[in-house]
């Protein structure tokens, strides 16, 4: 779509009145979670995975809305799905509702979450975490829980950064420190001590802490890949030995799915690893694109959700647009046993390869690393990176940010933290014309 051309014929680029209109009014865009410095992008329209700003520039979409996009823009029966709704008028959203796609859409995660002996819908991923360590904390009359350097479980108080304390004898409760990319001022005094913080990948720390605070614990909380830093996968027996110590001291254990739910799989991560949780939080893919959330776990824990004993109310809890949306997801991906998923697995499986050897032909040593569905790129000669702290050392970030300007530049819009999402809606030519771009970025840093 071209600009509005001026009096004298030219093309008259919207984006920088755009942009000083939006600086008058708006603080920033609306997330600014790992904000960096890049020029603003005002998108118009988006098909497939690409998009068209206000100005006719096409990109090429690898953030997806950062996650939730798994179908990519403007897929034809996703839309008819949620324009059928629609037509139904019944749009108004109140928890104290029900209808029968919220019920059908229960049932299926039901059926293909292994965890999932019962379901409670929210809206966002951050409601679905809190509603986590409400109910671990009821369930087991504990007050603390643990959660793990390098994760991220949505921006409230209690879950939001804060450096592990390194120091021998400290107590494990996380630090406050302006430096962290996750600081925030106006934190509640005490948040930060509800929470012990570890590093991850790490089973001597976990076991430590265990054997000193077990007792104390009510909940871990954890990815069980670190999508959200750096894509870090699990060492082998990592899962399972968390899974036999929160077994062993009756602590509920609970896998953040927020990225890797029905990314990775109908079973999520927990179906991947064959490590089954008690509870775990969904988000972004389970709606493909609408705002919808999930608690899933054990029936005897959603009890105190039936008695009324834990408190999950939210008026837009299973809104009838994103119900619909959810089990419009989920029928697709269920169909011919799972050709969506194959999909993307030839998709990524070219595009990781051949990130790697662009990097290589630019003379960069790059580290491509992920699972099904989203995957990382460092700038670092490390064969696998297991943590945040192997990121620190050995990834060179000052290039990753270059990277990412020239991305944008050569029309090729990537995910916060040097993601790369992959949708079913990815089409070879799509793939193709995205490396072509990559290329020419690699060459200009």
């Not at 951050?126 to 603390?144: D, I, K, N, P, Y």
């Not at 929160?246 to 609970?254: A, S, W």
């Not at 079973?267 to 972004?284: C, E, R, W």
């Amino acid at each position: 779509m071209s600009a509005a051309p001026s009096s004298r014929g030219e093309a008259v680029a919207r984006t920088p009145d755009l942009a000083a209109r939006a600086a008058r009014v708006m603080p920033g865009r609306q997330s600014n979670l790992r904000a960096q410095p890049e020029p603003p992008v005002f998108i118009e329209r988006a098909l497939g995975q690409r998009m068209w700003d206000v100005d006719g520039r096409e990109l090429i979409d690898f953030a997806i809305g950062m996650g939730p996009g798994i179908w990519g823009h403007g897929n034809r029966e996703y839309q008819d799905a949620l324009h059928a709704q629609l037509e139904k008028v019944f749009v108004v959203a109140s928890g104290m509702l029900q209808t029968e796609p919220e019920v059908q859409l229960a049932e299926r995660i039901v059926q293909h979450v292994p965890c999932a002996d019962r379901v409670r819908f929210v809206t966002t991923g951050s409601e679905a975490v809190q509603m986590v360590v409400r109910l671990a904390r009821a369930f087991t009359g504990r007050r603390h829980f643990v959660r793990f350097e390098g994760h991220y479980h949505g921006w409230l108080d209690n879950v939001l950064g804060g450096r592990v304390n390194d120091e021998a004898g400290a107590p494990p409760h996380a630090l406050e420190n302006p430096a962290d990319p996750m600081h925030t001022e106006g934190r509640a005094e005490f948040s930060m001590r509800e929470s012990f913080k570890i590093p991850w990948n790490d089973v001597d720390a976990l076991e430590a802490l265990f054997k000193a605070h077990g007792r104390d614990i009510a909940l871990v909380l954890m990815e069980a890949v670190m999508t959200n830093g750096g894509c870090c996968i699990p060492r082998p027996g990592y899962l399972e030995r968390v899974r036999e110590l929160c077994t062993e001291y009756g602590v509920v254990l609970c896998i953040d799915e927020v990225i890797t739910g029905f990314r990775m799989g109908l079973g999520g991560a927990q179906g991947h690893y064959g490590v089954t949780p008690d509870l775990a939080s969904f988000g972004k893919a389970i709606a493909g694109g609408m705002p919808l959330a999930a608690v899933a776990g054990r029936a005897d824990i959603f009890e105190l959700l039936r008695t009324n004993a834990v408190v999950g109310a939210g008026t837009f809890n299973a809104a009838p647009m994103s119900m619909t949306a959810g089990l419009t997801t989920m029928r697709m991906l269920e169909r011919d046993d799972g050709a969506a998923y194959r999909h993307i697995d030839t998709m990524q499986t070219h595009f990781m390869a051949e990130f790697r050897r662009l990097g290589h032909k630019h003379g960069h040593e790059l580290l491509v690393q992920g699972v099904r569905g989203v995957f990382c790129v460092h700038f670092s000669a490390l064969p696998v990176a297991y943590s945040a702290r192997d990121l620190a050392a050995h990834a060179d970030r000052t290039r990753s940010t270059r990277l990412r300007a020239a991305l944008i530049e050569e029309g090729v819009y990537a995910g916060r933290g040097d993601r790369y999402f992959v949708s079913a809606g990815l089409t070879a030519p799509d793939l193709e014309e995205g490396l072509a771009r990559i290329d020419r970025a690699l060459a200009r840093i």
